[in-house]
C-alpha cells in the first residue's frame, strides 16, 4: 500500500539554529501535504501545509518545500525556541479515496 | 481547545472487558475520524463518519466497533481487546471530509491500556 517514511525519528537542534525534517511519499497523484505539530501530552495540530502546485510555502519561521519529481517535501523551521519542542507529522492525500497517509513522526528537541 | 472533547482521557481495561470511547465535537463539523496512535508508528485511521455514514473501514478487527448516533458524536465500542490494542486513540473532526480543504481538528485522546 501507500506509505509515507519521515526522517529522523528524533532531531536535536541548538535554540536558535534551524531544523529540517523530510518525508518520502509513494503515491505519485498525492497532491496535498499538511503538517501536524503534536506538543507534550496534547493534539495534533495543523502548523501548515503545501498544495502540489507550489513548490513552496512560508508562515513566519516555518516553510515547506515540495519536490514532486523526486517525490518529497520538507518542514523547515528558522530561528528555534523551546515552544518548538514538539512532534511534527507529515501526511500526503491519497488521490484514489482522500485519505491522508501519515508518517511516523519526527521528535524536535530543542536544546537551550 | 474545548472543540473536540473525548472521554475517557485514560481508560486501563482487561481483555474480557467491554468498555467504550465518546468523543464530541462543537463544531457544527460533518465528519469524523477514529485514529490509533502507538508509539513511533504512523497515525493510523481507522473510521470515517461523514453525515453520520461510515465512509471509510481500515481493516480493523471487529472487536473495534465504531457507532455514529448523529454529526457531533462519535463512539468507539472496545470487546475482548488484545494487548497490542494498547494506544492513543484520537478522535478528530472536519467540516467536509476533503483534508485539501477541510482541516482535521483532533481531540486530546484517551490512553488505552489493555491488561
Known amino acids: 500500500g501507500e506509505n509515507v517514511e519521515q526522517h529522523p525519528s528524533t532531531l536535536s537542534v541548538q535554540e536558535g539554529d534551524s531544523a529540517v525534517i523530510k518525508c518520502t511519499y509513494s503515491d505519485s497523484a498525492s497532491n496535498y501535504f499538511p503538517w501536524y505539530k503534536q506538543e507534550l501530552g496534547k493534539r495534533p495540530q495543523l502548523i501548515i501545509d503545501i498544495r502540489s502546485n507550489v513548490g513552496e510555502k512560508k508562515d513566519q519561521r516555518i516553510a515547506v518545500t515540495l519536490n514532486k519529481t523526486a517525490k518529497h517535501f520538507s518542514l523547515h523551521i528558522t530561528e528555534t525556541q523551546p515552544e518548538d519542542s514538539a512532534v511534527y507529522f507529515c501526511?500526503?492525500?491519497?488521490?484514489?479515496?482522500?485519505?491522508?497517509?501519515w508518517g511516523a513522526g519526527t521528535k524536535l528537541i530543542i536544546k537551550p | 481547545e474545548t472543540g473536540v472533547t473525548q472521554t475517557p482521557r485514560h481508560l486501563v481495561m482487561g481483555m474480557t472487558n467491554k468498555k467504550s470511547l465518546k468523543c464530541e465535537q462543537h463544531?457544527?463539523?460533518?465528519?469524523m475520524y477514529w485514529y490509533k496512535q502507538s508509539a513511533k508508528k504512523p497515525l493510523e485511521l481507522m473510521f470515517v463518519y461523514n453525515f453520520k455514514e461510515q465512509t471509510e473501514n481500515n481493516s480493523v478487527p471487529s472487536r473495534f466497533s465504531p457507532e455514529c448516533p448523529n454529526s457531533s458524536h462519535l463512539f468507539l465500542h472496545l470487546h475482548t481487546l488484545q494487548p497490542e490494542d494498547s494506544a492513543l486513540y484520537l478522535c478528530?473532526?472536519?467540516?467536509?471530509?476533503?483534508?485539501?480543504?477541510?482541516?482535521?481538528?483532533f481531540g486530546p485522546g484517551t490512553r488505552l491500556t489493555v491488561l
Open positions: 478528530a473532526s472536519s467540516q467536509g471530509a476533503d483534508p485539501r480543504t477541510d482541516t482535521q481538528y
Open positions: 463544531l457544527g463539523h460533518n465528519a
Open positions: 501526511a500526503a492525500l491519497m488521490d484514489s479515496n482522500y485519505q491522508l497517509i
